[in-house]
């Protein structure tokens, strides 16, 4: 089995959807890689598919995260379209300040034995 492991900035906030052959629900996050400097900068795009939709709400545009998944890539006139399945999404700090906002919202948060309420 192949697995791509990236880190990215997500395009726009993630996206709730359900399987019409299941039923079952999944989130879609499009991400943004960008590779080389200056002019030669290019940018791939990629659409995470996880199927913990419990992190939807934490997985807003401009955040930098780090997938690992099953890459797949299909092409539709003439443009190429590459997906990441079974995504498993880790936010990544972009900041001293997003670093000690995470930590602060992690250790406010209220515990259960479920651990419903956290976003991994």
Same mark, same amino acid.
């Given at each position: 089995?192949? *697995?791509?492991?990236?880190?990215?900035?997500?395009?726009?906030?993630?996206?709730?959807?359900? #399987?019409?052959? #299941?039923? *079952?629900?999944?989130?879609?996050?499009?991400? $943004?890689?960008?590779?080389?400097?200056?002019?030669? !900068?290019?940018?791939?795009?990629?659409?995470?598919?996880? *199927?913990?939709?419990?992190?939807? =709400?934490?997985?807003?545009?401009?955040?930098?995260?780090?997938?690992?998944?099953?890459?797949?890539?299909?092409?539709?006139?003439?443009?190429?379209?590459?997906?990441? #399945?079974?995504? !498993?999404?880790? +936010?990544?700090?972009?900041?001293?300040? =997003?670093?000690?906002?995470? !930590?602060? !919202?992690?250790?406010? $948060?209220?515990?259960?034995?479920?651990?419903?309420?956290?976003? +991994?």
């Amino acid at each position: 089995m192949r *697995n791509l492991s990236i880190i990215g900035r997500i395009g726009k906030d993630a996206a709730i959807k359900t #399987n019409a052959s #299941n039923g *079952n629900q999944f989130i879609s996050v499009s991400l $943004a890689v960008s590779e080389g400097k200056g002019e030669r !900068q290019e940018t791939f795009w990629y659409d995470c598919l996880s *199927n913990n939709v419990k992190l939807a =709400e934490w997985l807003l545009q401009g955040k930098v995260i780090h997938v690992i998944g099953t890459p797949s890539e299909r092409i539709h006139e003439g443009k190429i379209y590459r997906t990441i #399945n079974n995504a !498993q999404i880790t +936010f990544v700090p972009s900041s001293k300040q =997003e670093t000690t906002t995470t !930590q602060t !919202q992690s250790s406010s $948060a209220p515990t259960n034995d479920a651990n419903d309420d956290l976003p +991994f």
